[in-house]
T-cell receptor, first 120, second 114 residues
Framework: AQKVTQAQTEISVVEKEDVTLDCVYETRDTTYYLFWYKQPPSGELVFLIRRNSFDEQNEISGRYSWNFQKSTSSFNFTITASQVVDSAVYFCALSDHINAGGTSYGKLTFGQGTILTVHP | DAGVIQSPRHEVTEMGQEVTLRCKPISGHDYLFWYRQTMMRGLELLIYFNNNVPIDDSGMPEDRFSAKMPNASFSTLKIQPSEPRDSAVYFC????????????FGPGTRLTVL
């Protein structure tokens, strides 16, 4: 069974600090997909990134960057120069992949989330 | 384009009552998912549909829960009878290509069962 572990339950930083959110996953599949979602205080889930298991290139999007290391089964997320608006719960998630008869089977498994608080 | 739409946003009901949650997926998305979020269990998948057909309902807690998708633009999640332990935020999500594709979430329905 697949599993996602976000060991950091809560992180507190001061604005402009860099912060890294850890994500470690377990799966037996060779093809899988990793995601990060943000849940701000308003409660909605906002998609941030999707990465497949064959693409180990790191990605940068503005102040956000992601480090995918298959060797350690980790998909860490870094926010550079954090801002108060970054305060949210961040979820890492994993989906396996089975395609049969034109239908995609699988399940998106979420970690428990990391609560990030950025203080002014 | 409108995102995933859920209604109601908040629902307060008494134990034993029937509750119906509604969802309209993003137009053109063939997959629709229902999730439940609680403090104890986090985010968990309840059921998902492909082209209006249920594919995996293994996450549905018990027979009191049922979900339908009568057409491509509407789905319901029904709880009958409701119990206090059903109190949670229920999210609907949709995607184009299935569980491995990006799922876009609705704003959620916060259900409180007294």
């Amino acid at each position: 069974a697949q599993k996602v572990t976000q060991a950091q339950t809560e992180i507190s930083v001061v604005e402009k600090e860099d912060v890294t959110l850890d994500c470690v996953y377990e799966t037996r599949d060779t093809t899988y997909y990793l995601f990060w979602y943000k849940q701000p205080p308003s409660g909605e889930l906002v998609f941030l990134i999707r990465r497949n298991s064959f693409d180990e290139q790191n990605e940068i999007s503005g102040r956000y960057s992601w480090n995918f290391q298959k060797s350690t089964s980790s998909f860490n997320f870094t926010i550079t120069a954090s801002q108060v608006v970054d305060s949210a719960v961040y979820f890492c998630a994993l989906s396996d992949h089975i395609n049969a008869g034109g239908t995609s089977y699988g399940k998106l498994t979420f970690g428990q989330g990391t609560i990030l608080t950025v203080h002014p | 384009d409108a995102g995933v739409i859920q209604s109601p946003r908040h629902e307060v009901t008494e134990m034993g009552q029937e509750v119906t949650l509604r969802c309209k997926p993003i137009s053109g998305h063939d997959y629709l998912f229902w999730y439940r979020q609680t403090m104890m269990r986090g985010l968990e998948l309840l059921i998902y549909f492909n082209n209006n057909v249920p594919i995996d309902d293994s996450g549905m807690p018990e027979d009191r829960f049922s979900a339908k998708m009568p057409n491509a633009s509407f789905s319901t999640l029904k709880i009958q009878p409701s119990e206090p332990r059903d109190s949670a935020v229920y999210f609907c999500a949709s995607s184009y290509g299935g569980p491995t594709d990006t799922q876009y979430f609705g704003p959620g329905t916060r259900l409180t069962v007294l």
